[in-house]
């Protein structure tokens, strides 16, 4: 395997090294517990926003802290959740007094280790608010399960809950609007072949040229289901058949967002031919695609696939997106 | 045969523990790339290390004191759903623990007892999940039943029913954890988390034994 590391150890830390050192004046990184930071935080009066994950997912979280969106990121190491000290620590760091929302991808040991964080803050009198992420769809959600995954809605969610939070909502209803967007999201992503861990060099699971791995998570673990290789069109259809079939009957009109982003290796042409398509599906059940974000935001290293992800809009959840966000990896308006 | 376990002998089994996860690394790790995210080998490794250089740095005068050492390292160096339970187990262990000497065969039933009891709680699971907590479960219970025949019979009763659940969880289909999301294609593999456990209670085991 030849890639751009100097050593597996050392990747996590000198990719953070590298991105406070490339934008100063967004953010900050502490080391032990690590967390990145808004240089401006705690801001006085706002709630602040917190979320994290295992590192691998770049630009999520650490490319989305800044003004209009996360007031700290709190990067594990490769696909492992941060301890309980790095989401304690991020939090402390940011918290302004008005209390902090943190955006939990339901795996387990996300929800495990901000459920400890969140139980040590709240000995001292500091308040949280989970919004947990579960929008992907490829996972039976039943009472034998631990419920469904959470992928690229949570994306979205860190997006509405950091505009909210810099026009000055509570906490409450901070909460409430990154719930919102949850139930109202939807997600689906399929790979070609998964990624490459660099602590072994190899690929986390092998596909035959002729098969893709559908309803995968960003992990690296297998996805639901192995199928015969299709063209992009039939795969994006029956993505989006998944996604829009899991939203109840009257859930699914009008305005919506499509999110797709390219899990790591697929590049901005395939993203945009799956985009195309996506957006050609929605058109002919009637939908129209309002907003839209398309390119690599959440990742699974250099995993080649995409993963979908269709929110329904409604006024207030549009004017939240549209609302200025500056961080390293989206920035808009302002 | 020591039929009170020092917070010296408690050192030494961590010590033998992060040597066994060492060892088996690879394995760990094989294991939970079928099912998972491929890092519990990895992910133990680096706590056990920095739980033992802890105790060395740190040497405990109790057993609750040991629990307590290992379970915060834990917690703060490994991160995922393994940090998260197996620290909450040892610092249960440490409160149940408490500041005895020496643990004897009736500290060492309720320690067992309160570690699994934390497992299930932190992880939201029960027995049948295919989790780690099938294998702490089997040999909390075995410890129990096995009481009244000292330590040495107790530790040996937790480490082979500790084996035997691990070897029976194999055919389950996961409800908890990353494998879950595999529905039936989480059958027929060993879960990563039960396979270190049993490392764990092999060590007390042969602790025991020595």
């Known amino acids: 395997m030849k890639r751009l590391y100097n050593s597996p150890d050392t990747v996590v830390s000198e990719a953070l090294e590298g991105i406070a050192l490339t934008h100063p004046e967004l953010l900050r990184v502490a080391h032990d517990p690590t967390y990145l930071a808004r240089v401006d935080a705690p801001v006085a009066g706002r709630v602040a926003v917190v979320s994290g994950g295992g590192s691998g997912h770049e630009p999520m979280h650490v490319g989305f802290v800044g003004p209009g969106m996360l007031s700290a990121a709190c990067p594990g190491e490769l696909f492992t959740s941060p301890t309980a000290d790095q989401v304690e620590a991020a939090v402390r760091a940011v918290d302004a007094g008005a209390g902090t929302v943190l955006v939990v991808k339901n795996y387990s040991g996300d929800v495990m280790n901000f459920e400890m964080a969140a139980e040590l803050l709240a000995a001292d009198g500091v308040a949280t608010e989970t919004v947990l992420v579960a929008d992907d769809v490829a996972v039976e959600d039943s009472t034998y399960t631990s419920g469904r995954r959470g992928v690229g809605a949570t994306v979205l969610v860190e997006k509405v809950c950091g505009a909210a939070a810099e026009r000055g909502d509570s906490l409450a209803q901070v909460a409430e609007l990154g719930r919102r967007v949850c139930a109202r999201s939807r997600s689906l992503g399929f790979a070609l072949s998964a990624g490459t861990v660099p602590a072994t060099g190899r690929r986390s699971f092998e596909l035959p040229d002729d098969e893709i791995e559908f309803g995968v998570g960003i992990h690296g673990e297998p996805g639901r289901e192995r199928r015969p290789m299709q063209p992009v069109d039939a795969l994006v259809d029956r993505a989006m058949a998944a996604i829009c079939a899991d939203f109840g009957a009257d859930e699914l009109a009008g305005d919506v967002l499509l999110f797709v982003t390219g899990l790591g290796s697929a590049t901005p042409l395939e993203c945009s031919i799956v985009a195309r398509r996506a957006v050609q599906d929605l058109d002919r059940r009637g939908l129209r695609v309002a907003r839209n974000l398309v390119g690599s935001y959440m990742t699974s290293l250099d995993m080649l696939g995409v993963s979908l992800t269709v929110l329904v809009l409604d006024e207030q959840l549009a004017e939240l997106w549209d609302a200025p966000v500056r961080t390293a990896a989206l920035r808009w308006g302002r | ?210």
């Open chain 2, 1 to 210: 045969m020591a039929d009170r376990l020092s917070a010296t002998d408690l050192t030494a089994v961590f010590a033998d523990f992060q040597r066994a996860v060492e060892r088996d690394r690879d394995l760990l790790t094989e294991l939970d790339t079928a099912v998972g995210d491929g890092d519990h080998g990895t992910n133990l490794d680096r706590g056990m290390r920095a739980a033992v250089e802890a105790l060395a740095a740190i040497p405990q005068d109790t057993p609750g004191g040991v629990f307590n050492l290992v379970g915060r390292r834990l917690v703060s160096t490994v991160g995922g759903a393994s940090g998260a339970l197996y620290g909450t187990a040892f610092l249960r262990a440490a409160r149940a623990a408490g500041a005895a000497e020496a643990l004897d065969a009736a500290t060492c039933t309720a320690v067992l007892r309160d570690a699994t009891t934390g497992i299930a709680e932190r992880g939201k699971c029960a027995t049948g999940d295919k989790t780690m907590y099938d294998v702490w479960m089997a040999a909390s219970t075995a410890a129990a039943a096995a009481a009244g025949d000292g330590l040495p019979a107790l530790l040996a009763a937790a480490s082979t029913a500790a084996g035997a659940a691990e070897q029976e969880m194999v055919p389950w289909q996961a409800r908890r954890g990353r494998a879950s999301y595999l529905g039936e294609r989480s059958k027929d593999h060993r879960d990563p988390g039960a396979v270190s456990s049993r490392l764990l209670f092999g060590c007390f085991a042969a602790w025991a034994d020595a």
